[in-house]
């Protein structure tokens, strides 16, 4: 299996300022015949089921505001949440998709320093 | 818009079957190409991909539960179901049915349901 590590587990920030999330995967998840990159992104509020936001690494879902940003390739992945806003407090979770079984971060905390 | 919803029981005793349905409304389940997918969260832990069945029947688990799920589609219904037999303590989670973005299971899911609670209880 795949394994999906993130950092870090938990992550405070001023409101309006940058949030970076960083995620790992035990081998490459890029696909060279079609040059994607096979990680997803979620948001998951509480008592809410996961929100697709980036998806092929970079791609954002549509409706999800620009301020979600997601970048890397190969085995480094990196969401970026720019000028951070109340809402944006939420666990985050990578998953890689470039094969079965699909698995996912342990998941990061972003609260509001 | 598509929706998912799942049912099923909230407590289930050790060493029983669960079983939890799956409710899919605007579109149908076998048409589009789409696999659907089975997710669960333990309380309070992270995500744990469990399964999916595609438009047509065919199965995929993660072999690292066991063998120990089923999952079906009842086309008929528009629904897609999910059997755990012999449940322990460690079945105790929050149980996700989500559709795949893409057609031929491409693995990110857009739609989830809500979720439902399972507890196991001994």
């Known amino acids: 299996d795949i394994v999906m590590t993130q950092s870090p587990d938990s992550l405070a920030v001023s409101l309006g300022e940058r949030a970076t999330i960083n995620c790992k995967s035990s081998?490459?998840?890029?696909?060279?015949?079609?040059?994607?990159?096979?990680v997803t992104w979620y948001q998951q509020k509480p008592g809410q089921p996961p929100k697709l936001l980036i998806y092929w690494a970079s791609t954002r879902e549509s409706g999800v505001p620009d301020r979600f940003s997601g970048s890397g390739s190969g085995t480094d992945f990196t969401l970026t949440i720019s000028g951070l806003q109340a809402e944006d407090v939420a666990v985050y979770y990578c998953q890689q998709f470039y094969n079965t079984p699909y698995t996912f971060g342990q998941g990061t905390k972003l609260e509001i320093k | 818009q598509v929706q998912l919803q799942e049912s099923g029981p909230g407590l289930v005793k050790a060493s029983q079957t669960l079983s939890l349905t799956c409710t899919v409304s605007?579109?149908?389940?076998?048409?589009?190409?789409?696999?659907w997918n089975w997710i669960r969260q333990p309380p309070g832990k992270g995500l744990e991909w469990i399964g999916f069945?595609?438009?047509?029947?065919?199965?995929i688990y993660n072999p690292s539960l066991k063998s120990r799920f089923t999952i079906s589609l009842d086309t008929s219904k528009n629904q897609f179901s999910l059997s755990l037999n012999s449940v322990t303590a460690a079945d105790t989670a929050v149980y996700f049915c989500a559709k795949d973005k893409d057609a031929s299971g491409v693995g990110t899911f857009d739609y989830w349901g809500q979720g439902t609670l399972v507890t196991v209880s001994s």
């Open positions: 069945i595609s438009y047509s029947g065919n199965t």
């Open positions: 081998q490459s998840v890029l696909h060279s015949p079609n040059n994607k990159n096979y």
């Open positions: 605007g579109g149908s389940i076998s048409s589009g190409g789409y696999y």
